[in-house]
């Protein structure tokens, strides 16, 4: 008996073409190209200042890139965080933004908010539709809890969790919007030999449960040894991109992280200008995250 053997074609899951991020006269991103695909993960890599954040901003819709499009399985995203959510794109920071007061299991629920359908009054009213949804989003996140480990945990307070775990927890939360794309902005920041490698098995797991993920790291060891394709930013342009081998063996790679110009490398004052705006628009990122923290923790307290 003759057995076929069909090979699925990867399909492409986030098609970012041309970003570009000018604040006034200063361009901190400057045309862009980078895709991922399914059962991909693909790491972000470049020296302080080289735009990776503002890049992601574009991505989520933190930011309207000023020229460019970004694209998710073929749809442009709309220029709002959370209709990027609803889309299929979810992200964690570099700077842990847990709400420290609640609950673990309740800062996973609040992730699931862009997957429930229930208004208002059916939450004041506690409608028979409203009850059935939140305990569909309970279970869904008790199931993530246990997948990242923290099940035993639900209900301790996030800011009591060691930091590891905090780091965890904020992967699970991105997760409850049951998204396609997942983009973790430097997830093994501040942790310890083992604490990076168990967060890098949890990345592991996550892409083998479908879902394409994108990475800015620092540590090259762990972003080398985890992601299949690797795209390098130099202030704001993007310098190479292929496998870790070849990204590795990169003479430019290695004299843009030791610091030694290269042919068109950006000038000190141009690349002063670049940490100062990248400086800037992760002050007013806070800003904006703060404001929406505050919002959605109203929100939860209405619909208790």
């Known amino acids: 008996m003759n057995t076929m053997t069909t090979t699925k074609t990867p399909t492409t899951v986030l098609d970012a073409n041309g970003v570009t991020m000018r604040f006034g006269g200063l361009t901190a991103v400057r045309d862009v190209d980078l ?21 992601f901003n574009c991505l989520t819709g933190l930011y309207v890139p000023t020229e460019g499009k970004v694209s998710y399985k ?3 995203l709309p220029p709002k965080p959370h209709l990027v959510t609803q889309a299929g794109i979810a992200r964690t920071f570099q700077n842990i933004r847990l709400f420290a007061n609640m609950s673990v299991l309740e800062n996973v629920l609040v992730g699931r908010h862009t997957r429930t359908k229930e208004g208002l009054w059916s939450a004041l009213l506690r409608l028979p539709g409203f009850t059935k ?47 396609g794309l997942l983009l973790l ?45 690797v795209a390098v930013l130099v ?7 292929g496998t870790p081998d070849i990204v590795q063996s990169d003479e430019r790679v290695v004299a ?20 100062a705006a990248e400086a800037s628009t992760a002050k007013a990122t806070a800003a904006t995250d703060a404001d929406s923290n505050t919002s959605t923790s109203t929100e939860e307290e209405d619909t208790r």
């Open 74 to 76: 073929g749809t442009v």
């Open 235 to 241: 202030q704001g342009e993007k310098l190479v991109e």
């Open 133 to 179: 949804a939140e305990n569909a989003s309970r279970e869904r996140a008790m199931e993530l809890l246990e997948f990242i480990g923290l099940a035993d945990k639900a209900d301790h307070l996030a800011r009591n969790l060691p930091y590891g775990d905090q780091r965890k927890l904020e992967i699970a939360r991105a997760l409850a919007s049951d998204p």
């Open 256 to 275: 843009a992280y030791l610091g030694t110009p290269f042919e068109g490398a950006p000038g000190a004052e141009e690349a002063a200008e670049v940490e």
């Open 35 to 55: 895709t991922v695909n399914t059962g991909e993960i693909v790491g972000l890599i470049g020296p302080n200042g080289a735009g990776k954040t503002t890049f």
């Open 185 to 229: 902005d430097e997830p093994t920041a501040g942790m310890n030999p083992q604490e990076t490698r168990v967060t890098e098995e949890l990345i592991f797991a996550i892409r083998d449960q479908g879902i394409a993920v994108l990475v800015i790291e620092h540590d090259m060891r762990f972003i080398f040894n985890l992601c299949d394709r």
